[in-house]
């Protein structure tokens, strides 16, 4: 993967990205009929935004009751570790993670490294079929897994918040109110979008 620019986008960067936050199966000839673009320079600009690694695409299932119906509940775990754990560390070990579904992959919907007080932290966001199922799984399975991959010593401090709906998503995404059949609905306004 490239390494993103920082860059600002232009007009028709813009039209291009916004129709794909709309509808990110649109194809490039329907994209640049609606958007009044070239659709080779549809094609060009959005193979440059995907190489500048500026534009990226995401499928969601939906695992929750009103889904598959696999997960009930949802909570957010904050692990504080020890003095001497770093961002690289952490890096390093997801980079180095098997290219198989693992116990992170069946329960964590989301993760991001943080800071707390000068030490590095995860962030996580776990599924599970009910609230016992997401404290045993995180007992049983997450904190063994990061223990083996970091250190016995190594969580310092774990906090939880039970989450009960989601509310926005990327930004641009309310499921509730916005979504329809996968995508943003038509109805809604291409200027409330977000791009940058």
């Given at each position: 993967?490239?390494?993103s620019?920082?860059?600002?986008?232009?007009?028709?960067?813009?039209?291009?990205?916004?129709?794909?936050?709309?509808?990110?199966?649109?194809?490039?000839?329907?994209?640049?009929?609606?958007?009044?673009?070239?659709?080779?320079?549809?094609?060009?600009?959005?193979?440059?935004?995907?190489?500048?690694?500026?534009?990226?695409?995401?499928?969601?299932?939906?695992?929750?009751?009103?889904?598959?119906?696999?997960?009930?509940?949802?909570?957010?775990?904050?692990?504080?570790?020890?003095?001497?754990?770093?961002?690289?560390?952490?890096?390093?070990?997801?980079?180095?993670?098997?290219?198989?579904?693992t116990?992170?992959?069946?329960?964590?919907?989301a993760?991001?490294?943080?800071?707390?007080?000068?030490?590095?932290?995860?962030?996580?966001?776990?599924?599970?079929?009910?609230?016992?199922?997401?404290?045993?799984?995180?007992?049983?399975?997450?904190?063994?897994?990061?223990?083996?991959?970091?250190?016995?010593?190594?969580?310092?401090?774990?906090?939880?918040?039970?989450?009960?709906?989601?509310?926005?998503?990327?930004?641009?995404?309310?499921?509730?109110?916005?979504?329809?059949?996968?995508?943003?609905?038509?109805?809604?306004?291409?200027?409330?979008?977000?791009v940058?």
């Open positions: 993967m490239a390494k620019i920082p860059r600002e986008l232009d007009d028709q960067e813009q039209r291009i990205v916004k129709a794909l936050v709309r509808n990110p199966r649109i194809s490039d000839n329907r994209l640049g009929e609606e958007n009044d673009i070239p659709v080779r320079t549809v094609s060009r600009k959005r193979s440059r935004l995907e190489r500048d690694g500026l534009l990226r695409y995401f499928a969601e299932v939906d695992m929750s009751e009103d889904g598959t119906g696999h997960f009930a509940c949802r909570h957010l775990y904050i692990i504080k570790f020890r003095v001497g754990i770093t961002v690289k560390h952490i890096q390093r070990e997801v980079e180095n993670e098997p290219h198989i579904v116990v992170f992959t069946k329960s964590i919907y993760s991001h490294i943080a800071e707390i007080d000068g030490r590095v932290a995860l962030v996580m966001i776990v599924d599970g079929s009910s609230d016992a199922d997401i404290v045993d799984r995180f007992q049983e399975e997450i904190a063994p897994a990061l223990q083996r991959t970091h250190g016995t010593d190594s969580i310092e401090a774990i906090e939880t918040i039970r989450l009960l709906a989601p509310l926005r998503m990327l930004r641009n995404y309310l499921p509730s109110v916005n979504m329809d059949r996968g995508k943003l609905r038509e109805d809604w306004s291409i200027d409330s979008i977000f940058g």
